[in-house]
């Protein structure tokens, strides 16, 4: 069985533009969590989605969003880019997060994007 | 101070060794992980614990929900468990549900 996988697995952009990362939950999981790891920091939670809805996010502004579709793969968008975005962002997926003390999480590869 | 604090930041061990990492957390909590992540960024999880004990081969993890306290020990250690052991806990109250907040991780070398 495959697991999560996130694409692309590298990405370079520039200041002001935008960055699209996208993440395949493991089948049958429902809740896809994105994490931000930047240089020098610790892993940051960024945006937890489960049944196509945003259930939660982080401390991040606004020009971080992102959206589930029906199928609960995820995208994540970074507008506006700023060259302290440039981390590795990681996409997890659980079988159902809004539960106490089920979802083990899942990680994939992560996508490394920089700013020039 | 963090939520989640991990020591030793990081760790230089001989192949055999008994390893142990240890994470104190602050807040209250529904389930906590101890995840790893080797060069290149990819993460496995290893545990994750909401009480007592759990082994998996040569790894243990133990929690005492307590003393908010969490061990990960690593028997008979080996080169290829160097990478980074990284803890984090799923609060159980408030904004900080079902969102995990992390320990800055522990760096660890086993070397031959």
């Known amino acids: 069985e495959a697991g999560v996988t996130q694409s692309p697995t590298h990405l370079i952009k520039t200041r002001g533009q935008q960055a699209t990362l996208r993440c395949s939950p493991i089948?049958?999981?429902?809740?896809v969590y994105w994490y931000q790891q930047a240089l020098g920091l610790g892993l940051q939670f960024l945006l937890w989605y489960d049944e196509g809805e945003e259930r939660n996010r982080g401390n991040f502004p606004p020009r971080f969003s992102g959206r589930q579709f029906p199928n609960y793969s995820s995208e994540l968008n970074v507008n506006a880019l700023e060259l302290e975005d440039s981390a590795l962002y990681l996409c997890?997926?659980?079988?159902?997060?809004?539960?106490?003390?089920?979802?083990?999480?899942?990680f994939g590869e992560g996508s490394r994007l920089t700013v020039l | 101070k963090n939520e989640v604090e991990q020591s030793p930041q990081n760790l230089t061990a001989q192949e055999g060794e008994f390893i142990t990492i240890n994470c104190s957390y602050s807040v209250g909590i529904s389930a906590l992980h101890w995840l790893q992540q080797h060069p290149g960024g990819g993460i496995v999880s290893l545990f994750m614990?909401?009480?007592g004990k759990k082994k998996h081969g040569r790894l243990i993890a133990t929690i005492n929900i307590q003393e908010k306290h969490s061990s990960l020990h690593i028997t008979a250690s080996h080169p290829r468990d160097s990478a980074v052991y990284i803890c984090a806990v799923k609060g159980n109250s408030g904004g900080s549900n079902y969102k995990l907040t992390f320990g800055k991780g522990t760096l660890l070398t086993v070397n031959p």
């Open positions: 089948s049958g999981h429902t809740s």
């Open positions: 614990l909401s009480s």
């Open positions: 997890a997926s659980s079988l159902d997060g809004r539960a106490a003390n089920t979802g083990e999480l899942f």
